[in-house]
């Protein structure tokens, strides 16, 4: 079964601070999403990379793609306290018809 | 229209009823999926409609089954749950399998009393 695993679990940082978010996985895969959640709401989805190397930006977000290191990141820049929530990874499985999502990390920003 | 639909959005039920839970999509996707995520918790697979024909159960419990009466609807249908099955359930669509990523609906948050 593939595994996926954020780091941290749990993210306090403050507001103009920078950081990444780690999301590693098991097996080969070239499609991993980021997705964001906020208490009791359903999941956003933020960005799709579908190849080794895919870099992409949304404002203060920018996730990557090293599928040979089966690596992804999610970088934050000069972190606000809107981006206070929940992000998932989730890969697609080998045979294409399951997603597997990553543990989580629950960001806090503080003022 | 671009959205996954759920009804309804919270539900308290004791452990003696029967109820369910509806999601609708209108945007021509042929998979539909339904999640039970707990707190602080990643959402797990439950169900998985292709072509709407259940394609994948995930040992899910019989006090759970699902129903996909046609290409755009996908009901829970909930009998004797356990406390421990409170959770927010989330539907998803896709258009062709998860290649091509899922659309979440806003999800039923299910408490069992």
């Known amino acids: 079964e593939l595994k996926v695993e954020q780091n941290p679990l749990f993210l306090s940082m403050q507001e103009g601070k920078n950081y990444t978010i780690y999301c590693n996985y098991s097996t080969t895969s070239d499609r991993l999403y980021w997705y964001r959640q906020d208490p009791g709401k359903s999941l956003e989805s933020l960005f799709v990379?579908?190849?080794?190397?895919a870099v992409k930006q949304e404002g203060r977000l920018m996730a990557s793609l090293d599928t040979k290191a089966r690596l992804s990141t999610l970088h934050i820049t000069a972190a606000v306290h809107d981006l206070s929530a929940t992000y998932f990874c989730a890969v697609v499985s080998n045979t294409g018809n399951q997603f597997y999502f990553g543990t989580g990390t629950s960001l806090t920003v503080i003022p | 229209d671009t959205e996954v639909t759920q009804t309804p959005k919270h539900l308290v039920m004791g452990m003696t009823n029967k109820k369910s839970l509806k999601c609708e999509q209108h945007?021509?996707?042929?998979?539909m999926y339904w999640y039970k995520q707990k707190a602080k918790k990643p959402p797990e697979l439950m169900f998985v409609y292709s072509y709407e024909k259940l394609s994948i159960n995930e040992s899910v419990p019989s006090r759970f089954s699902p129903e996909c009466p046609n290409s755009s609807l996908l009901n829970l249908h909930l009998h004797a749950l356990q406390p421990e099955d409170s959770a927010l359930y989330l539907c998803?669509?896709?258009?062709?399998?998860?290649?091509?990523?899922?659309?979440f609906g806003s999800g039923t948050r299910l408490t069992v009393v």
């Open positions: 945007m021509g996707h042929r998979a």
């Open positions: 998803a669509s896709s258009q062709g399998g998860v290649h091509y990523g899922y659309t």
């Open positions: 990379l579908l190849s080794n190397g």
